[in-house]
């Protein structure tokens, strides 16, 4: 028999772990492990690949111009489209406006809300590491990508006899750490299946009371989250990258599909390189470069998320915000998705910046917090998926010929 394709195999493992976790709560402890094991080896790979393959990426792309220019083109389209996704938010709140009237007694209490701030000119110092080896026990990757990409371009200014061995190391780290990927992307379903079986028996009692109270609101970021992933993201696709997005879309489903499920782009980072490289045919130099600086500083779902998040907040205490405050906030906003870390909730906690940034209550987020969960897993594939569609584009734009 046939075996069935992976991405079927984690779409029956969802559909069976909502039913199982609803059903069955009491037994959700028996398999939650998966789930956790699931994680933490993702984890175990993330920091080693980023490493190698920023490395390896960056020395093959060879001169200061050529890096220059990479760098240029992929900051841009991450500008680019996270703004393209707040101005998606914002027109559909304005237009839906699901905050008036919404019922403030829903809110929860959330502490240490003040302690969560740092302001984003701490977050761009702590770009640079003061020691890399701390950088990368703590996961910290901004600060890895860039300790990274400065080592991979010295070890091109160094003489032969030293260059070779070190570029060649880290190729070679670089294919055993995707060996290692494609290994444990085997068990996605299962891991899959522990998460997702979790979460819903959790939440699962809660459902129908969160959706009637809160509904309005989810629509909104629902709907406006699919515009930007079904409509722009495939159109800049389609007329910047002369791409077909509905191939990419197809080759991209297991990463979508645990990005989806695990609330982290970070953790779906191996994934997200091995279907842009196998499936889409994106050279391993721009995946390389494109794919950790994506999942560390592009969310447009983040960003789109966190835009209609506030303006709901104001609409539900009734401020009124003017168009410079609406401008403030499409700023803070862009800068906040930046900030914030490829891990569940991350999103929702750096809200603060933005509450303050324009004088509304911080406590704000308290409202919110209830559904962030089924938002947290739909906006992070919207991450991802635009992470994806950037490796495409930037591909094309090099000249490589693509699968898609
Ligand atoms: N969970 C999101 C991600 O990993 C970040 C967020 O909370 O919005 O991409």
Redesign the pocket.
């Known amino acids: 028999m046939k075996k069935l394709q992976l991405h079927w195999q984690i779409l029956i493992a969802l559909i069976l772990s909502v039913l199982f976790g609803m059903f069955f709560p009491q037994y959700v402890k028996y398999v939650e492990w998966m789930g956790t094991l699931f994680l933490r080896a993702l984890r175990m790979i993330i920091v080693p690949l980023i490493f190698s393959s920023i490395v390896s990426g960056v020395t093959g792309i060879g001169s200061a111009q050529n890096l220059g220019r990479m760098s240029l083109k992929t900051i841009s389209y991450y500008l680019l489209t996270s703004l393209f996704a707040i101005v998606t938010g914002l027109i559909l709140v304005n237009i839906i406006k699901p905050g008036i009237g919404a019922d403030l007694g829903f809110s929860k209490v959330v502490e240490d809300l003040a302690a969560t701030r740092d302001s984003f000119g701490q977050t761009l110092l702590k770009i640079v590491p003061t020691n890399i080896v701390e950088s990368m026990a703590n996961g910290d990757l901004p600060a890895i990508i860039f300790f990274a990409i400065f080592f991979g371009f010295f070890a091109t200014r160094v003489i032969p006899e030293y260059k070779e061995p070190v570029v060649t190391f880290f190729n070679a780290v670089f294919e055993i750490m995707m060996k290692i990927t494609m290994f444990v992307i085997k068990f996605t379903p299962l891991g899959i299946f522990g998460i997702v079986s979790g979460i819903m028996a959790e939440n699962a009692g809660n459902l129908l009371n969160i959706f009637g109270r809160m509904g309005a609101y989810m629509l909104t970021v629902i709907a406006a989250l699919s515009i930007h992933a079904i409509i722009t993201l495939p159109l800049l696709m389609r007329i910047i990258g002369n791409a077909n997005p509905l191939k990419h879309a197809r080759g991209m489903s297991v990463p979508l599909l645990t990005?989806f499920s695990t609330?982290?782009?970070?953790a779906t980072l191996p994934l997200t390189m091995e279907a842009v490289e196998k499936n889409s045919g994106v050279s391993n130099k721009t995946s390389s470069f494109v794919l950790p600086l994506g999942?560390t500083i592009n969310?447009d779902?983040?960003a789109l998320?966190q835009c209609i998040a506030v303006l709901f907040i104001a609409q539900a205490y009734g401020v009124d915000l003017s168009f410079l405050q609406q401008i403030i906030v499409i700023i803070t906003t862009l800068l906040a998705s930046i900030g914030?870390?490829?891990?569940?909730?991350?999103?929702?906690v750096i809200i603060t910046v933005i509450l303050s940034a324009v004088g509304l209550p911080l406590e704000g987020v308290g409202l919110i917090l209830a559904v962030d969960r089924p938002l947290?897993m739909i906006?992070?594939s919207v991450?991802?998926w635009s992470d994806a569609c950037g490796a495409v584009i930037i591909a094309k734009s090099e000249g490589e010929t693509l699968n898609v």
């Not at 609330?263 to 970070?266: K, Y």
């Not at 914030?340 to 929702?348: D, E, T």
Request: glycine fraction near 12%.
């Open positions: 990005a609330s982290s782009s970070s999942a969310m779902g983040t998320y914030a870390a490829g891990i569940p909730m991350a999103g929702l947290d906006r992070t991450n991802v």
